[in-house]
């Protein structure tokens, strides 16, 4: 009777320490849900070329330039790609991007190469913070700078680009 007693000691004993040590578990890890919105294409306006090529950039801060005889026109809007990210509890991001996007005429069958980038948080690969606040946006912008032939067709050039988000 007693080595019995003592076996339902142990019993009670092993079920009030497991429940005794359910209440210290560790805390939930923070929610991993990512939005992203494509809020703003990149555009490099109007601008033309005299004949002999080169580039034209707009950068993050939608600053554009141009070099050999790419001229851009003075009335003509230009923006970077702007993308909203809302990530809670301040997860770190790392962006990564292809080097290069051909964009295709729309009429003359003529293409352009576009290099992407740098992002005002840096270039390809480069990781960032977010804030922890699960309602605040991180906006994140990207510049790029096309490549243009000499005698390339005047048309309306269009393509697009891929940027993945890996959070951390």
Known sequence: MVKNSIRIF?????????YSFSGYAQPGLP????TLYAAQALDFGKFYDEGSGGSITVDWRGIRSSTGSIYGTIS?????????IKLCQGRAIT?????TSTLTG???GGSIILNIGPTEKGGNGVTFAT?????FITILRVGGTLN?????PVDDYTGSF???????
Do not use: G, H, M, W
Not at 95 to 99: N, V
């Open 76 to 84: 003509s809007l230009v923006s970077p790609a702007i993308f909203e």
């Open 31 to 34: 929610q991993r849900s990512i």
């Open 10 to 18: 142990k019993y009670i004993l092993i079920i009030i320490i497991f």
């Open 95 to 99: 962006i990564s991007y292809p080097q």
């Open 148 to 152: 243009i032939p000499a005698n390339t």
């Open 131 to 135: 804030d922890q606040n699960c309602d």
């Open 106 to 108: 729309k009429r003359n």
């Open 162 to 168: 891929e940027i993945s988000f890996d959070q951390q």
